[in-house]
């Protein structure tokens, strides 16, 4: 299975201010098809994942622009612009490119 | 709006059955493909099963193959997973998800199994 790693796993931030978490791929997640299947997902404290963002870059309906990803091939980051009290909670990439799909370890965010 | 809810957790005693349910409402079922994923203290989010939309095509994690069972009921708009010969190693939360072209949008709030004697 492709091995999908994050770091940090944990990330204190202060309110405001940037914050990025890396993923990283045990192989490239291009597909045949020419798409490169990588999400985001955030989890709060008590709730399922919610998806942020899907093939990379794709923000899904009613996720603040302060998020983006980026990335290509084996490299992939999620960017938060200026953190609110809100976003804290347990991020997760995930590939959905190589049967079987898989996930990062999380990334737990939290206000310093 | 889409909703997904899952039911049949409890305590279960290892070697035994249970079957897992998910209703979906707010969007054409029978037109997408199903998941389920599974969130354990040990393994954090592993995706379990995946079957199509038509019932044709199902993939299995290797960890749950010859022993879970997917499938669909799209006259009631709902998703199962059959769990047989469980092990403490299946003790977590459930969740079903709809499917998009290589990942999930949608998810349920999750059945909590635990495997127990």
């Known amino acids: 299975d492709v091995v999908m790693t994050q770091s940090p796993l944990s990330l204190p931030v202060i309110l405001g201010q940037p914050a990025s978490i890396s993923c990283r791929s045990s192989?490239?997640?291009?597909?045949?098809?020419?798409?490169?299947?990588l999400s985001w997902f955030h989890q709060r404290p008590g709730q399922s994942p919610r998806r942020l963002i899907y093939?990379?870059?794709n923000r899904d309906s009613g996720v603040p622009d302060r998020f983006s990803g980026s990335g290509s091939g084996t490299d992939f980051t999620l960017k938060i612009s200026g953190v609110e009290a809100e976003d804290v909670g347990v991020y997760y990439c995930?590939?959905?490119?190589?049967?079987?799909?898989?996930f990062g370890q999380g990334t737990k965010v939290e206000i310093k | 709006q889409v909703q997904l809810v899952e039911s049949g957790g409890g305590v279960v005693h290892p070697g035994r059955s249970v079957r897992l349910s998910c209703v979906a409402s707010?969007?054409?079922?029978?037109?997408?493909?199903m998941h389920w994923v599974r969130q354990t203290p040990g393994q954090g989010l592993e995706w379990v099963a995946i079957?199509?939309?038509?019932?044709?095509?199902?993939r299995y994690a290797d960890s749950v193959k010859g022993r879970f069972t997917i499938s669909r009921d799209d006259s009631k708009s709902t998703l199962y997973l059959q769990m047989d010969s469980l092990t403490s190693e299946d003790t977590g939360l459930y969740y079903c998800?709809?499917?998009?072209?290589?990942?999930?949008?949608?998810w349920g709030q999750g059945t909590l199994v635990s495997v127990s004697s």
């Open positions: 707010g969007f054409t079922f029978s037109n997408c493909a």
């Open positions: 192989q490239s997640l291009m597909h045949r098809d020419g798409n490169t299947y």
């Open positions: 998800a709809r499917d998009t072209p290589g990942s999930m949008d949608y």
């Open positions: 079957i199509s939309y038509d019932g044709a095509n199902i």
């Open positions: 093939k990379v870059s």
């Open positions: 995930m590939q959905g490119t190589h049967w079987a799909w898989t």
